[in-house]
């Protein structure tokens, strides 16, 4: 018999409740593990499609397999014309969390492989989920601006195409380099928010869709995605101002919070952002727009030093500080930033559905069902007596 654990309004932080072979962290010492690789590894030598390939699968591909998955994610960017269609009809002031969070059912409709409840019919699944989610983007992005829908190149990378897709015109081999390291360091981060959403969803053996369709909504959530677009703003409110650490102290005294500063998990820098730094800095340099990264600089100086005088020292940069720069220099709207970030997730969402559905046996039931503790009035019950309301006419 299963023993009941009586943990509560706890956000399940720091409660194990699955097993998982996808990715691992160590908060402690700033360590991020996808499949026993670490991420500096795998953002240094490998590309995100070999990155979504790992997680999918448990091992890097050999070049025959890649070739092969590489074919197959490219054939898979040609999304349904009524997935276009329906677009055209949509308020163009949507969200595009709200937009990307109903395309993705819509996906779902056209995919011969939804009744396949085995492992291949769910990788196939998946492959194209990752291939068409960065055009769905790009299309609404093109659809709101008045603009055509542009074709996906078959001779261009996974990151290029995006690019090309969303502004009209093919990236530098660096910039598309640089968002291709972007969403690897993206691609997976164990059991956050949107990837407990899809396992949970996938757990009741609802089809992968459905679970990726979750994990688009809690990520739209602000706690959740969506900060790395408020680092942003925040970087444009202070272009101009003169005083950092002022600014910084002024916040904190006044209980506003830095955006981009301090992870649930890490007690030291996210390693993500350690590459996102580096890169920030070299695309600023090449672009002539160093004031973005030098801005970032000081705002993170004069914050460690702010905690460091409070005693709050572990409170360090993570990812989203980082890339917010690192997008704006690419040109992505603010409000994409966070669809950006399901770009690159949706292949951890992926491999964490497949491994709810298909992996070793987990000392856990097959559907999650956690408890909650009724504390609200006892009224009919144990003896109390009551009377309803007679309010019908």
């Not at 059912?105 to 068409?132: C, Q, W, Y």
């Not at 910084?248 to 005294?253: Q, R």
């Amino acid at each position: 018999m299963a023993q009941t654990v009586n943990i509560k309004n706890t956000g399940l932080r720091g409660v194990t409740v699955a097993d998982t072979k996808v990715s691992f962290i160590d908060g402690e010492k700033g360590v991020l593990i996808y499949r026993g690789y670490r991420i500096e590894d795998l953002a240094q030598r490998s590309s995100f499609l070999e990155v979504a390939y790992l997680l999918l699968n448990g091992t890097l591909p050999t070049k025959q397999t890649m070739k092969e998955f590489e074919q197959q994610s490219v054939a898979a960017r040609q999304v349904p014309d009524y997935v276009l269609e329906s677009f055209r009809k949509w308020p163009r002031e949507s969200n595009p969390m709200d937009v990307l969070q109903a395309a993705v059912p819509l996906l779902a409709m056209d995919d011969p492989d939804l009744s396949g409840e085995t492992r291949d019919a769910n990788f196939r699944m998946a492959t194209k989920v990752i291939a068409r989610i960065p055009i769905v983007v790009a299309a609404w992005h093109r659809i709101r601006q008045g603009l055509d829908v542009l074709p996906p190149k078959e001779s261009l990378s996974h990151a290029a195409n995006f690019l090309w897709q969303l502004h009209g015109e093919e990236p530098r081999e660096e910039m598309a380099n640089d968002l291709d390291t972007c969403l690897v360091l993206h691609a997976d981060h164990t059991f956050n928010a949107s990837t407990f959403a899809c396992r949970e969803v996938v757990s009741t053996r609802a089809h992968l869709y459905a679970g990726v369709a979750a994990g688009v909504g809690a990520l739209s959530g602000s706690l959740h995605g969506g900060a790395n677009a408020r680092v942003m703003k925040m970087l444009l409110e202070l272009e101009s101002e003169k005083d950092i650490a002022g600014w910084v102290k002024k916040t904190l005294d006044g209980g506003g919070r830095i955006m981009g500063l301090g992870h649930a998990i890490y007690k030291t820098m996210d390693p993500r952002a350690r590459f996102l730094r580096e890169m920030g800095a070299r695309m600023g340099k090449k672009l002539g727009v160093e004031k973005w990264h030098e801005l970032s600089i000081q705002i993170e100086q004069a914050a460690l030093e702010e905690f460091t005088r409070r005693g709050k020292p572990e409170i360090q940069p993570n990812v989203d500080f980082y890339s917010a720069p690192v997008y704006h220099m690419m040109g992505i709207p603010r409000d994409l930033m966070t669809p950006l970030f399901a770009i690159s997730r949706v292949a951890g969402w992926c491999s964490h559905v497949i491994e709810e559905k298909f992996g070793d046996a987990q000392e856990k039931p097959a559907l999650y069902r956690p408890k909650a503790e009724y504390v609200g009035q006892y009224c009919g019950l144990m003896g109390c007596t009551y009377e309803l309301p007679d309010n019908r006419k």
